[in-house]
Structure formats: structure tokens, C-alpha cells
DNA sequence: CGGTAGGGTGTACGGTGTACACCTGTCAAG
DNA sequence: CTTGACAGGTGTACACCGTACACCCTACCG
């Protein structure tokens, strides 16, 4: 049972397969090679270096993005566009991660771009207006926005006594109050569930009304730069 | 003439430097430990590890930062520290990955966070729409956005002749007629010269001034969640 | 004077990406 | 039917990375 060749598609395949289950550090070319039952070089023959390996893999999760039907209007549209291109990068907890890395601009990642761009020109924005949305919204065109509160790991020390908790809230509060202040907002009162409890979901959709917004304003004002 | 000793100070000025002038790949636990003259694991007695090391680096770069005299008002006061952030960002290349890259919130981290939390709710606003700017001003409050059109290096193959250059860029207008469009308005025209001639100050102070616009209209309409 | 501790050293391990030479099976042309 | 090219999998090797661990030297303090 001679098993059936390697392809990039396979390749590919496997490596989002891999970062699904076991996250992006454990797509190394050795590793990668292990799960498909081939050495490592074998992997040079449909990927030309790890980089290229990542772009295909942005471009898988990029294929997984929706186009939102024709009915809608143009906030709507990039509304719908964005969040599925959401979801699609929670699917795959690696992806935000590796988009950020990427540099490269494949075509894959110039359509979805395109696609976007086209939205807003056919909704009417002139094409500099266009262009200024596009670099504000940033990286929310993937679906993520930077997370200033990330949660660390945790559980890498025994966990604090009630007394040490308590001491390292106050000296917290003392230096970082505000922070403190508008962590706590999120969890209802609790300063020891700090950033946990932050609602991402309405964080992205928030920002990206912020912007949706300020900008139709400058559209129905016709707004020009310069 | 026995060299002075290492300190935790020396060896993160030694990394800044490094890799203010080498980039951030330059700097590895060996090629920081030879330029001070030292073998490399002399620098784990003052440093835990490479990740508190880029910790220590991007704190360094934060101490950087200015903080804006009391007369302004919250709005040109936020403004302020995050052109401020951006200045010294921009001072140093390689600050944007090693933000990026970072997730260990230091007390240098979290102080700069209070500061513009702080300034934001001197200026009134409530703790709940602090709260959500601040995860909507997202990187930007390190001072740079994402580059959706990062100029790759580059020359790394020989310059296409003119009949090849055209082709390509008939090929691009046809499958992304948006992206070409936005990218070529910011240079005045030119096609070939697409995604160079942004102005990437620009497209920082549009989208910080659309969502403290956005945020100041909020706040003046007594904006609550939920 | 002796012990102790902080700081620099040397060696070694396991990991990474990938260059290069090699082999092998398939298939088309002579 | 043979031959030879070629696509694709193999094996070895190199240079680099972060860092664990044992060691030594030197300065200082009791």
C-alpha cells in the first residue's frame, strides 16, 4: 500500500491541521514531515521554505472567508465581511498570530484586500477615503483587533494565598489605578478576574462602528484629504 | 585594565543599540554577549532569559516617551503621548515587532497604559468608554498601526524591464482593480510606484483624530453600554 | 585567614531551517 | 524494448539558536 503522493494541497492541509490541534510552534518542518510520514527535506519539494509554508497557510484561513450577498448596503457589507473573516480566524487560533507575522502579500490576500477596497467604492467612498479606512481599520480587516490585555498563560506558579492576593491587588491599585479601574469594569467588580472577563467580540464590533461611522460622516460631508 | 563588570543596565543598552543598528535579528544571546565582549551565558546573571531581555528592550523605549504638560485638554492630551510613542517608536525599527511580539504586561507597560487610561478619565469620560477606546486605539497607542501595504525589501531579483513592468501591472489591474486604484492615488499616479509613496503619519493622525472624534461624541451623548 | 557568594567561563544538549548529493520509480521518446 | 529524463522522497550535514549545568576566580566579610 504504496500511500498516495505529497501535493502542496496536502501539505497545506496538514499543516493547518497541525496548528489547529497542537497551535503554531508545533508546525516546524521536522514536525510537520513527522505527521505526514516523510523526512523533512521531502517537504522542500511542494513548499519552497517555511515562510512560503505560513503563506499558505494565511491563505487557507483567508479561504474561508464569506462574501456577503449583494442586498446589502456598503456599512453592512464590510460589516458582514469582517466578521466572518472573524470567525474564521478564531476557528484557527494560530491564524492571528500568523497574519501578523506574514509580510508577504499574496494573491490570495490582495483579493480579500481588493474585495473590501471594491466595497466601499461601489458604496460611493471616493477612492482616498477609501484608502485612509483601509489603514485604520487595520488589521480588524482580519477580524482581530490588538489585545492590550492579553491574558498571560497562567498556572505557572502555585497559585497566591488569599493574603497575597490581597497585598498584590493593593499594590496594584496604588500604581496602576486606572488600569486597575477599567479591568475590574469588565468583570463586574472583581479585581482578582482582572482582564479575564473582557468581551472581545463586543471590543472588535465597538471599534469597528467607531470607525464605520466616523467615516460615513466624512462620506455624506465629502470629506477630501489635503 | 579589567573591563568594567556587566550590569542589567549595560547589557539592555548594549541590545537597544544592537539592534537599533543590526535589527532585531542581530540581536541573539551570542551576538549580544560578543559585542560586550563576554560569552553568552555571562548575560543570564543579569538577565532571566531572551524574553525578558525583549522586555527589557521595549521598557527601555517606553522611558522614552514624553508626557504632555497639563494645560491641554484630554483630547489633544492623548493625542500628545501617543505622537510622543510614535516618535520614539519610530527612533527604533525594530520597536514595532518587539511590541508586537511581546505579551508579558511589564510595570514600565502597565504605567504608560495608566497614564492614557488616567488622561482619558481627567477628561470625564466614564470607566466603561475608556475602557472600549483604549481597545479601539489598539496598537495605535504604541504609536503605529498596522501596515497593510508593507513595502517588501525588495531588490532581491534583478529590476524587471519595462515591457515585463507593464504587463505586471496590467496583470495587478485586472485582478485587483480596488487595491491598485488606493494604492497608486497615494503616489500621485504613478502604478509602478504603488504602496511606497504613503504617508504613514498620515494615516496614523486620521485614524487616531476619526476615533477621538468618534469617542468625544459618545462621551458628549452620555454613550453607556449595554 | 577562611569561607562565602556573585559573576564570568566552558561544555553540552536539543531544537530550528535548509543546502546538497543521492536514489528510485514512472513515463515518454527512440 | 531500451534508454534517459525528470519528479519526488531520502540522508547527511551545517550553522545557528536558547539555555541547563558544573566549574572557577575574585572580592569581600567575619
Redesign the interface.
Known amino acids: 500500500m504504496a500511500r498516495e503522493p505529497l501535493t502542496r494541497e496536502r501539505v497545506l492541509r496538514a499543516a493547518v491541521a497541525l496548528a489547529d490541534e497542537s497551535g503554531l510552534d508545533a508546525v516546524s518542518m521536522r514536525g510537520l514531515s513527522q505527521v505526514l510520514g516523510v523526512v523533512p527535506m521531502a517537504l522542500y519539494k511542494h513548499v519552497a521554505n517555511k515562510d512560503e509554508l505560513l503563506d499558505g497557510m494565511v491563505d487557507a484561513v483567508i479561504g474561508e472567508f464569506e462574501t456577503p450577498g449583494p442586498e446589502l448596503d456598503w456599512t453592512a457589507a464590510v460589516r458582514a465581511r469582517l466578521l466572518s473573516a472573524r470567525r474564521a480566524v478564531l476557528r484557527h487560533g494560530w491564524a492571528r498570530r500568523a497574519i501578523?507575522s506574514r509580510?508577504?502579500?499574496t494573491?490570495a490576500v490582495?483579493?480579500y484586500?481588493?474585495a473590501v477596497?471594491?466595497t466601499f467604492?461601489r458604496g460611493g467612498l471616493s477612492?482616498?477615503l477609501?484608502?485612509?479606512v483601509?489603514?485604520?481599520l487595520?488589521?480588524r480587516?482580519w477580524g482581530f483587533?490588538?489585545e492590550?490585555?492579553?491574558a498571560?498563560p497562567g498556572a505557572d506558579a502555585p497559585p497566591p494565598t488569599a493574603e497575597e492576593q490581597r497585598a498584590m491587588v493593593a499594590e496594584f491599585a496604588r500604581?496602576?489605578?486606572?488600569?486597575l479601574?477599567?479591568?475590574t469594569?469588565?468583570t463586574g467588580g472583581d479585581p482578582t478576574a482582572a482582564g479575564q472577563g473582557?468581551d472581545e467580540q463586543?471590543?472588535f464590533e465597538?471599534?469597528l462602528d467607531?470607525?464605520l461611522?466616523?467615516?460615513q460622516r466624512?462620506h455624506e460631508r465629502g470629506w477630501r484629504?489635503g
Chains 1, 2 share one sequence.
Open positions: 501578523e509580510t508577504r502579500r494573491p490582495l483579493g484586500m481588493d477596497a471594491g467604492r477612492v482616498d477609501t484608502h485612509h483601509m489603514h485604520a487595520g488589521n480587516i483587533s490588538p492590550l490585555f492579553d498571560p500604581r496602576f489605578p486606572h488600569v479601574e477599567i479591568a469594569a469588565a473582557c463586543f471590543e465597538f471599534a467607531l470607525l461611522d466616523g467615516v466624512l484629504s
